[in-house]
């Protein structure tokens, strides 16, 4: 059967995901090369320990962008239970997660962990006493479960990983790479905010609001003004908006990044959030030890729409955080001119 097809490569062909690492997709590839050797020589028995190994290179890579590598003896049907688990309802540009199309991942996946059983009883790569019977639907049907699987995952692995909070913040600040138009809206589509630790949540906020204070407007566009115009802790979380606020004001070093526009962006991303008084205290406090009070950027009038901001947002923000806040606009608070 495999070698009556007129061209074994079209059916079995796996497109490279947008967005993953080269490392990463040359191991899936390798993989993939062997099954349409496999294939080409009408190998059905080595087809079938292929197509498994190509599914446990995928599963091990998304395990090892999330940072959870698998150790080298984690059973095959584990390691593809846990990469579907992180790869389901994985947000992305038409992908579709609805609950029908959810449970079809679902089973396919049921189809990719047997290959591991499939393999052991009758693929290739075993010293056998006796040839086993394989037939040609047999392969047929594995290869064509494998791949479902197999497609499924890589239609959300790149997304996933350039979503990791790892990725993002380090080309955001660590070792900065051009952001075009949309690209930071996609990636935080991609790393699923709401899903995510809150620790996570908040690096990610801070690289953010640290590349605002670098002036790359497509940052502001797509991670600050969007959450500036809205008051939904979902889609922007708690623990975001409080590295976001954190990052308007120090840079990675902790040098003070003030100025009279991030005092107010920072007081309006945290709005929505009832709770940022133990925040707010400690910043405003390493403020108070960075900068002594007067005008910022040497601006009488903007430090002084500053500071009377603060005081404002007092009148509807919780007792515990009315401190800070006084604290904040006393610094900020210019000399008279004369």
């Not at 189809?111 to 010293?127: D, M, S, T, V």
């Not at 003070?256 to 709770?275: F, G, K, N, W």
Request: net charge negative; charged share 25%.
């Amino acid at each position: 059967m495999l070698g009556g097809m007129t061209d074994p490569y079209s059916r079995f062909e796996i497109a490279r995901p947008d967005y993953l690492g080269d490392d990463h997709w040359a191991c899936v590839e390798r993989e993939a090369d062997r099954l349409w050797r496999s294939l080409a020589a009408d190998d059905g028995s080595q087809a079938l320990s292929d197509i498994k190994c190509l599914v446990e290179s995928i599963s091990r890579v998304v395990l090892e962008i999330d940072g959870t590598p698998a150790a080298p003896n984690t059973g095959f049907e584990t390691i593809v239970a846990q990469a579907h688990t992180l790869l389901t309802g994985q947000p992305g540009h038409q992908l579709a997660n609805q609950s029908p199309f959810g449970q079809v991942a679902t089973q396919a996946s049921k189809i990719a962990k047997n290959l591991g059983n499939i393999r052991n009883e009758f693929g290739g790569g075993h010293g056998r006493a006796r040839t086993p019977d394989l037939r040609d639907e047999m392969v047929a049907l594995a290869l064509d479960g494998g791949l479902l699987w197999t497609r499924w995952a890589l239609r959300r692995l790149g997304y996933f990983s350039e979503g990791r909070p790892t990725s993002l913040i380090n080309d955001l600040v660590v070792t900065p790479q051009t952001f075009y138009s949309g690209t930071l809206e996609r990636r935080l589509l991609a790393a699923n905010l709401s899903g995510l630790e809150p620790r996570h949540q908040r690096s990610i906020g801070v690289a953010v609001g640290q590349r605002v204070m670098r002036g790359t407007f497509v940052v502001r566009r797509d991670g600050l003004e969007p959450c500036l115009a809205s008051d939904d802790l979902n889609t922007w979380p708690r623990d975001y908006r409080l590295g976001l606020a954190y990052g308007l004001w120090f840079d990675p070093a902790g040098v003070l990044t003030l100025t009279a526009h991030s005092v107010e962006e920072a007081l309006r991303v945290l709005e929505p959030v009832p709770d940022s008084a133990d925040d707010l205290t400690e910043w405003v406090t390493r403020i108070g030890q960075l900068r002594l009070p007067g005008d910022l950027d040497d601006d009488y009038a903007a430090s002084m729409a500053a500071e009377q901001l603060v005081r404002r947002w007092m009148t509807f923000r919780p007792a515990e955080e009315h401190p800070a806040l006084t604290a904040l606009a006393d610094n900020v608070k210019p000399e008279p001119p004369f």
